[in-house]
């Protein structure tokens, strides 16, 4: 069973631009979710979403944004890219309470 | 407000021997925890979790128990051996928070190294 899929692995962005995350979930799991992993922020909550509605969000500014397809495919975008904003994108899917990660897309901004 | 705490950044422990790594939370609003172990640049692997009506749970060398009124987990690793070397990171989930939302507050980690 094939696991969690993200695209692109690693990016460079320039300051100002934006920036689309893909992620595929594993089989069957309707819900999806996002996180940023920072040195020095640690892993932390983006959003997910269920069934192509955003059903829980993080402390995050609104140039982050989300949504996902009804084959339960997500994408992330981030708009206005901030030399904070490099970091590990996390995404991860889940059928109930175990939450499983893909391998992140490493964001960097120049 | 750090609602999961992994108080030790850093854990070194010989092969073989049992590896303890701790975590301490805030929320009493947490009812199932997890454990993550995770390499750089790599998304966290799922090791084993625990809801809070369970004290223990056990899977092959890795058993997580649960102290509720301490607010405290720890996941034992016996034996441990040196690909167990990785940063290990605890995580909280309110369960129901928001129409069957699971989000995860992450701990800081800790990075276990095991010596050969």
């Known amino acids: 069973k094939a696991g969690v899929t993200q695209t692109p692995r690693y990016l460079i962005k320039t300051r100002g631009q934006q920036v689309t995350l893909s992620c595929s979930p594993i089989?069957?799991?309707?819900?999806v979710s996002w996180y940023q992993q920072t040195p020095g922020q640690g892993l932390q909550f983006l959003f997910e979403y269920f069934s192509e509605t955003q059903r829980n969000k993080g402390n995050f500014p609104g140039r982050f944004s989300g949504r996902q397809f009804s084959n339960s495919r997500s994408e992330m975008n981030v708009s206005t890219l901030e030399l904070g904003d490099s970091a590990l994108y996390l995404c991860?899917?889940?059928?109930?309470?175990?939450?499983?990660f893909g391998e992140g897309s490493w964001l960097t901004v120049v | 407000d750090q609602q999961v705490k992994q108080n030790s950044p850093s854990l070194s422990v010989q092969e073989g021997r049992i590896s303890i790594l701790n975590c301490d939370y805030t929320n009493s609003m947490f009812d199932y925890f997890l454990w993550y172990k995770k390499y750089p640049a790599e998304g966290p692997t799922f090791l084993i979790s625990i809801s809070s009506i369970k004290d223990k749970n056990e899977d092959g060398r890795f058993t997580v128990f649960l102290n509720k009124s301490a607010k405290h987990l720890s996941l034992h690793i016996v034996p441990s051996q040196p690909g167990d070397s990785a940063v290990y990171f605890c995580?909280?989930?309110?369960?129901?928070?928001?129409?069957?939302?699971?989000?995860?507050?992450f701990g800081k980690g800790t990075k276990l190294s095991v010596i050969p």
């Open positions: 991860a899917s889940s059928l109930g309470t175990t939450i499983y």
């Open positions: 995580a909280a989930s309110g369960g129901y928070s928001g129409a069957g939302s699971y989000q995860l507050t």
């Open positions: 089989s069957g799991h309707r819900s």
